[in-house]
């Protein structure tokens, strides 16, 4: 399968603790994007990266949140004291950024955190 | 980021029948997507319009960009229960950020 993937599926942890998650884009793609899901609503945009540098944070993502894309290949979602409002999906996306513009992002299955 | 409005939120449907989802924005957009999300699934791609006027089909689904490119809508005859899901249309903005409309679910009576 050569589509985004991530990992883990499913995540429960308490609150307070500190949980990380990975994502792994489609190769050639040169941008990764995390979004948040809530029950009822679209995803949220949380940051970006083009290649390694990441280029933006959505104001929604606290000091709690870091996110990597070291050699701009997998990325990596921490949030650390874990809140039961960060309980949502996360969803991974990655797109190829080419002469004529954006094209379309291609999403992985998402993580979804249960904080209990 | 660029608020995009949907309306219907709910949109149930009698399979067979056609029906039309909006997406709307008090900006001019550049540039607009819309997403399927089927039940536990994820957003998958399945249309991007960029010019004015812009209509494309897809099979039995009509996508449009208004005029004025602050509106766009969905239209999909004899809904069928493959068309069970949300759809989603997401403004891109000149910074590459997408940003989503809360959906319209679609469910379909047999």
């Known amino acids: 399968d050569t589509g985004v993937s991530q990992d883990p599926r499913h995540k429960i942890t308490k609150r307070g603790q500190n949980v990380t998650f990975r994502c792994d884009p489609i190769s050639e793609h040169n941008r990764l994007y995390w979004y948040r899901q809530t029950l009822g609503q679209g995803p949220e945009f949380l940051t970006y990266f083009q290649n390694e540098a990441q280029l933006e944070k959505s104001r929604l993502l606290s000091n709690r949140f870091s996110a990597e894309r070291p050699k701009g290949s997998f990325s990596t979602l921490e949030i650390q004291r874990t809140e039961q409002g960060d309980s949502a999906m996360y969803l991974c996306a990655s797109s190829l950024e080419t002469l004529a513009g954006e094209g379309e992002q291609f999403f992985g299955p998402g993580t979804r955190l249960t904080v209990l | 980021g660029q608020q995009v409005m949907q309306i219907p939120q709910y949109q149930h449907v009698q399979e067979g029948e056609d029906f039309t989802t909006y997406c709307n924005s008090s900006?001019?957009?550049?540039?607009i997507q819309w997403y399927k999300q089927r039940p536990g699934g994820h957003p998958v791609f399945l249309i991007q319009l960029v010019k004015s006027g812009e209509v494309k089909k897809q099979k039995r689904l009509t996508f449009q960009f208004g005029e004025a490119k602050k509106n766009s809508s969905l239209h999909i005859t004899a809904t069928q229960t493959t068309d069970v899901g949300t759809y989603f249309c997401?403004?891109?903005?000149?910074?590459?950020?997408?940003?989503f409309g809360a959906g319209t679910t679609v469910t379909v009576r047999a």
């Open positions: 900006t001019t957009l550049s540039n």
């Open positions: 997401a403004a891109l903005s000149n910074d590459y950020k997408l940003s």
